[in-house]
C-alpha cells in the first residue's frame, strides 16, 4: 500500500498537507515545519509506543532504521493522563491524532479533517480509521510507505 502525504502549504510553524491512497483523499495533515520530515520515502510500522500504551503508526527512511527509533522507546515514560496533543519527550516520527502543532517538535505527522488554518477536527477518527487501513494491510503481508512531497 502506498501513502502520499502531499505538503499544500508551508507558513511560519504550521505545514499543512494532505493524505492521499489510491489517489483519493483520505484526511488532512499538521506538522510543525521546524520539525518536518525530509521528503522522501518512508516506511511505515506498527509498534506500540510506551507512553501511549498502545501501537502507533511509525516511520522509519528504512525497514532497518526502526531498530534506531525504538531504541528511545524507554525513554517515553506512560504519562498517567496521555492526551491527543501530548508532545513526546523524544523525536519519534510517526502519524497520531492531534488538532494542534505549537510547542510539537517531535516528528509527528497529525491527521483529521482541516477546520481552518492550523487546526484540525475528528482527530481521534480520522487516526483510527487510517490505523485500521494500515493495519489490515500489514497482517496481509504488504509492505506500507509513505512517499512526502513539499509544494
Known amino acids: 500500500m502506498n501513502i502520499t502525504l502531499q505538503r499544500i502549504s508551508m507558513k511560519g510553524e504550521i505545514t499543512e498537507g494532505r493524505i492521499r491512497i489510491d489517489g483519493f483523499a ?3 495533515t499538521l506538522e510543525n515545519t ?3 520530515l525530509v521528503p522522501g520515502e ?3 510500522h506498527l509498534h506500540k509506543c510506551s507512553q501511549y500504551g498502545r501501537k502507533m503508526i ?3 527512511p528504512t525497514t532497518n532504521d526502526l531498530e534506531s527509533i525504538i531504541d528511545n522507546c524507554p525513554e517515553c515514560l506512560r504519562k498517567r493522563l496521555v492526551n491527543i496533543n ?3 519527550p523524544r523525536f519519534c516520527p510517526m502519524i497520531k491524532p492531534g488538532n494542534g502543532i505549537h510547542k510539537r517538535h517531535d516528528g509527528s505527522i497529525l491527521v483529521g479533517h482541516r477546520q481552518c488554518q492550523g487546526l484540525l477536527i475528528h482527530p481521534r477518527e480520522v487516526f483510527a480509521s487510517l490505523y485500521a487501513r494500515i493495519r489490515m494491510n500489514i497482517q496481509r503481508g504488504n509492505e506500507v510507505t509513505l512517499q512526502i512531497t513539499n509544494p
Request: hydrophobic residues 40%; negative net charge.
Open 34 to 36: 521546524y520539525s518536518c
Open 42 to 44: 518512508y516506511h511505515v
Open 86 to 88: 501530548t508532545v513526546m
Open 26 to 28: 483520505i484526511c488532512d
Open 58 to 60: 511509525l516511520l522509519s
